[in-house]
């Protein structure tokens, strides 16, 4: 039967009904401690073998309650007898088991989902194997991860960068295990976002109903921590009144007995005062929504992709969206792309293919129609006109907000371009120096012809240096140039575009 005390009963109901809504044994006991919640037990020992005693809740008996198939009305023995197979694996087996054999405080089922949970949750040696419970990590499928190759269960890896951590899925079990090498890494930051987009599209028709239900819970959590705080301290006044009555039993000339009397009401008096005082502390720390708040919460649930991307909702309670419709993901990474496999926890399935991210060397590399353009207005003018060219298009490079004729000549020279000056050499054009042989004049005078026109030349750096067109158009000779001799329109060469 049921534990007659109505107060252990309603501890154990609130510590199942904890578990159900965390989904961790170790959440369970913060919520215990955190509301300062006692927990029963029986002594089995010593002299006050049998009594029940009121005390911190504690990780072991969490799980030895969740464990017990007693809980859930049912009768067992041998539980802890084990068989070992010839796959060399464990297999617990139970000598006999009774369903419904007396009362229990939940259902099998219910003890069933219990111990599919905390398998889930249990961090054995094969991590490799073992979904974990949700943690606050920013990996939002951790633990739900399969390698498309090889079949494993994939971890996380964080690595820096300038916008925060970001997270690797990484297939490393036989690297770890065998020292080979890691099966496969996906970068995990597109997969989340496809991830997140997917469970905002599924669960946005039902999420009103979802949160009204979890505020509704939590009242009813929250009326039965009072309950048992109440209880606990009619219990501490019955102990008040007790010790009461048997100090006024006691003959008054018996100083020692009425001494040892009177210290024992006191202190039950003291630890009545303590109870009262952390009631009323819990009471006034406890947050209560107002009619208000509520109509605003329901509102914004209607707005989930709101809600999703809220900074201040936790990573964890996205995890545990995520783990109510999503029962695993296969990544598969590709050449160029990553192929997502969803399936869902009602059998339907979902696959997506996105672009793999560029690593850092292909983020940097300048596109090759970039290069092209660059290429092509070489056959125009030298880096300092090219680099003009393309910030008045909006082009930008990589590196930097806008082009100059050194990141032009880093691109030039990397990609093997020929310059303007050989491209203008290709096609004949001439250094001064040869100008001059040729016209059987100095320098000076070549400079001058080019300054007034006479000879058409074109700069092909900024310093600026000059080549001069293939000389056939009527020159003069030094004499004409000096008795004022120009050239007609005619006979004047077809510039090119000027720099």
């Not at 073998?49 to 309650?65: A, M, S, T």
């Not at 048992?228 to 007995?257: G, K, W």
């Not at 999703?308 to 969206?321: I, M, S």
Request: glycine share 6%; charged share 25%.
């Amino acid at each position: 039967m049921l534990d007659p005390d109505a107060a252990v009963q309603q501890a154990i109901h609130l510590l199942f009904d904890t578990f159900a809504r965390t989904g961790s044994a170790w959440k369970t006991v913060q919520f215990f401690t955190t509301h300062a919640i006692p927990f029963p037990r029986r002594v089995h020992n010593g002299p006050h073998r049998g009594e029940l005693v009121w005390g911190p809740l504690v990780h072991g008996r969490v799980r030895q309650i969740l464990h017990n198939p007693r809980y859930a009305g049912a009768f067992c023995f041998g539980r802890t007898h084990t068989r070992y197979t010839g796959d060399h694996k464990s297999h617990v087996e139970w000598m006999a088991l009774v369903h419904n054999a007396h009362p229990g405080y939940i259902t099998w089922d219910h003890f069933e989902d219990i111990q599919r949970r905390l398998r889930d949750n249990a961090k054995t040696y094969d991590t490799a194997n073992s979904a974990h419970s949700p943690r606050e990590g920013l990996a939002l499928i951790q633990g739900l991860v399969l390698c498309g190759r090889c079949g494993r269960r994939m971890t996380v890896r964080y690595h820096e960068r300038q916008w925060g951590l970001v997270p690797d899925y990484v297939c490393q079990y036989e690297g770890i295990a065998e020292g080979q090498a890691i099966c496969q890494s996906v970068p995990g930051q597109a997969i989340d976002a496809t991830i997140g987009e997917l469970v905002v599209t599924i669960i946005s028709p039902t999420v009103l109903q979802q949160t009204l239900a979890v505020q509704e819970e939590y009242r009813q959590q929250m009326r039965a921590v009072e309950r048992l705080r109440q209880q606990e301290i009619d219990r501490a006044r019955y102990e008040v009144h007790a010790a009461h009555r048997r100090y006024l039993l006691v003959d008054p000339a018996n100083r020692l007995v009425a001494q040892s009397l009177e210290t024992d009401w006191n202190t039950k008096l003291q630890i009545l005062a303590d109870l009262e005082a952390t009631a009323d502390r819990h009471h006034q720390e406890e947050p209560t929504l107002t009619p208000s708040q509520e109509a605003a919460i329901a509102a914004l649930a209607t707005d989930v992709p709101r809600l999703w991307a809220d900074l201040a909702t936790p990573q964890r309670e996205r995890k545990r969206l995520v783990r109510l419709v999503i029962a695993d993901v296969t990544l598969t990474r590709e050449t160029e792309h990553i192929l997502i496999q969803v399936r869902l926890h009602s059998g339907h399935t979902q696959t997506f293919r996105i672009p793999r991210p560029l690593t850092i060397g292909e983020r940097r590399r300048t596109a090759a129609s970039i290069v092209q353009q660059i290429d092509d207005l070489l056959n125009e003018g030298p880096e300092n006109y090219v680099a003009r060219v393309l910030n008045e298009r909006g082009v930008r490079p990589v590196d930097g907000p806008c082009f100059t004729k050194d990141s032009v000549r880093h691109l030039r020279e990397a990609h093997h371009l020929k310059s303007r000056r050989q491209r203008l050499r290709v096609q004949g054009w001439l250094t001064q120096n040869e100008v001059a042989a040729a016209l059987h004049c100095g320098i000076a005078t070549v400079k001058a012809w080019r300054r007034q026109g006479v000879l058409h030349a074109e700069a092909y750096n900024d310093h600026p240096e000059y080549l001069y067109a293939p000389l056939t158009y009527p020159i003069p000779n030094k004499g004409q140039w000096k008795r004022g001799w120009t050239a007609t329109p005619e006979v004047m060469p077809q510039t090119e575009k000027e720099v």
